[in-house]
């Protein structure tokens, strides 16, 4: 009978033991973990971004210029003093 209790205490101990190293371990605030995963997928977000735009200005062909109409340029004429044929 004395190992049975023995035994028994060693499980409260041991029980014990496990519930205060869980209270000081404490775990982490959920919090904590909510504004690290936001973090995480801003950065990701952020990080991916850029490499897509750096991968697109080296790849991408430049974008074309809108062809100047010919409104404008005897507007740029006219003001630089040329006159316009037939005058």
């Known amino acids: 009978m004395a190992e049975e209790y023995s ?3 060693d499980f409260d101990a041991s029980e014990e033991f496990f519930q205060n190293a869980r209270r000081a371990a404490g775990g ?3 919090s904590l973990i909510v504004l690290l995963l ?3 997928v801003v950065l990701i977000f952020i990080v991916g971004n850029y490499v897509l735009y750096t991968y697109a200005q080296k ?6 210029k809108k062809p100047v109409s010919m409104k404008k340029i005897k507007r740029e004429r006219l003001k630089r003093g040329i006159a316009p ?3």
Request: glycine share 12%; aromatic share 6%; no cysteine.
């Open 7 to 9: 035994s028994a205490s």
């Open 28 to 30: 982490f605030n959920p």
């Open 38 to 40: 936001v973090v995480g």
């Open 59 to 64: 790849t991408l062909p430049p974008k074309k």
């Open 85 to 87: 044929p037939g005058e």
